[in-house]
């Protein structure tokens, strides 16, 4: 049985949407950094371009995206009452650019004052955005496990931030923290505890609704937000500053939960009721073969140690965790969303005799597909470029292309939206004098 | 001869569309069945809007069957 979705508390259609366009720019600087660095990117977790490369999509790209739809989502589908939409939105919004920017030009530069005041930003914005996400999940009187994954991810996110803020101050001075395990943890809460159960709960909502498939066992969204939590408890240990050696198996346990998901949503689409394929489903494909392929490199990373050891090796699986699972998630997810916003915000607009233009005239099909493969061309030559880095610079740029691409198919949804409600508007009798 | 539209095989927003469609030309003395899998909460916001009145039961497979009629 499909999930209920309630339109009346939905938000004015530009607190989530501005968001939603500015997250293509951050993807687009993200590509055309690589090709500008290269093969210093690819060469070492560490270095600068690689962090500095991370964070475009992580804090630039996702987050962006996913604050925007959080903001859609708890109120119409989780039945949360977010405080003052509007208002919060134009205080994060501006925030979360200004902070990632810093963040980015920080490791760049190496600036101790810029890590400073990226973390200050970044923490005082997430946190904002936690408690006010935070208290209308927690207020809100739905239940289930779609409401259980957010609350987890909500706390993950305000995890994130707070290791974030910590690995700045450690960066910015000469703090004896062991930066390496604080790093890892962070990732890990990140992309599994914030990241993967926004998408995991989120996924239970729309998947079945729009890509018609039946809905995910009762089992997996009862429990994948709690072994997945326990994962990252136990992951956290070593922020005591050791990795005893049963900490391998939990990072195998993290990206198997993970590859769950993947091979049930695959099944899943594979039993869909109708069997059309859009951009959306593809690209969410797409995404879960990388998820799956994040395990498959876990796994040949332990029984092989020479490639575990292999200092490019962080990249090749960064690049799958970030353009290949996240970014290609959300930009299947903006496809179907941003459309469909922009026809339930015109029909309320409009009389019951009145249809808005169909959706899919919102975003050219045509357009959305050139793109998808474009983005995935772009994940394919970044993968290649862990074994041949000469090619990292052309994967950058094409990547910059695809965002860009997606930019301009939003931005096309948003003006076709602003076009057809001033039509509405001008069309409607004045009011008697 | 009532009205039926099985929505459950449909892309959102499609079951929406034909409902409104269907509601424009409804007579007052007739009602309109929807099925679906889910509960169409943008439907009953248009549907309170514009005085309308429904029933909803739920079937073992899922199905919401929702009646509608003018108030």
Excluded at chain 1, 18 to 32: C, D, E, K, Q, S
Excluded at chain 1, 151 to 177: K, P, Q, Y
Aim: charged fraction near 10%; include cysteine; aromatic fraction near 10%.
């Amino acid at each position: 049985m499909h999930p209920n979705l309630s339109f009346e508390q939905a938000p004015p259609v530009s607190v989530p949407y501005r968001f939603f366009l500015t997250a293509p720019l951050f993807g687009v600087a993200a590509g055309l950094l690589l090709a500008w660095l290269g093969e210093s990117a690819v060469a070492s977790r560490w270095s600068d371009g690689a962090l500095a490369l991370t964070h475009l999509l992580a804090v630039g790209f996702m987050l962006q995206a996913m604050t925007g739809a959080v903001m859609q989502f708890v109120p119409v589908a989780a039945g949360g009452n977010v405080w003052r939409p509007g208002l919060v939105a134009n205080m994060i919004h501006p925030a979360l650019a200004i902070g990632a920017g810093m963040l980015v030009a920080a490791f760049l530069v190496h600036e101790s004052v810029l890590f400073r005041l990226a973390g200050a930003i970044l923490l005082t914005t997430v946190g904002f955005l936690v408690v006010v996400v935070g208290a209308a999940l927690l207020r809100t009187p739905a239940r289930g496990a779609t409401i259980l994954s957010m609350r987890i991810a909500v706390f993950g996110l305000a995890v994130t931030a707070l290791l974030g803020a910590t690995l700045a101050e450690g960066l910015a001075g000469d703090a004896s923290w062991p930066l390496v395990e604080l790093a890892n943890v962070h990732a890990g809460w990140g992309l599994g505890g914030w990241a993967l159960l926004l998408l995991a709960g989120v996924s239970y909502y729309v998947v079945p609704m729009f890509q018609l498939t039946p809905a995910y066992p009762a089992a997996l969204s009862r429990w994948l937000a709690p072994v997945l939590l326990l994962t990252l408890l136990l992951w956290s240990v070593q922020l005591g500053g050791w990795r005893p050696d049963w900490q391998q198996w939990v990072w195998l346990a993290g990206l198997a939960v993970g590859a769950g998901f993947a091979g049930v949503t695959l099944w899943l689409q594979q039993h869909r009721r109708r069997r059309v394929s859009d951009p959306t489903l593809l690209f969410f494909r797409g995404a879960m073969v990388c998820m799956i392929g994040l395990l498959l490199s876990a796994v040949v990373m332990a029984l092989v140690p020479a490639i575990a050891e292999h200092p490019r090796l962080p990249y090749w699986l960064g690049v799958l965790a970030l353009p290949g699972v996240f970014v290609s998630a959300i930009n299947g997810m903006l496809y179907k969303i941003v459309p469909f916003l922009n026809w339930l915000h015109l029909q309320r607009l409009m009389g019951i005799g009145m249809l808005p233009p169909n959706m899919k005239e919102m975003i050219a099909e045509r357009a959305m597909m050139v793109q998808m493969r474009v983005h995935f061309a772009a994940v394919i030559l970044m993968l290649a470029g862990a074994i041949m880095p000469e090619i990292a610079r052309i994967a950058g740029l094409v990547f910059a292309v695809s965002c860009a691409m997606l930019g301009r198919n939003l931005i096309q949804a948003a003006r076709f939206f602003r076009n057809f409600r001033d039509r509405i508007r001008a069309a409607a009798p004045s009011p008697a004098p | 001869m009532p009205r039926v539209i099985d929505g459950r095989e449909l892309q959102p927003p499609e079951p929406l569309e034909l409902a409104l469609m269907a509601l424009d030309t409804l007579p007052d003395d007739e009602e309109l069945t929807m099925l679906l899998y889910c509960q169409p909460h943008p439907l009953f916001d248009i549907l309170r809007r514009n005085g309308y009145r429904w029933t909803e039961t739920v079937q073992d497979d899922g199905t919401h069957e929702i009646r509608i009629r003018k108030a």
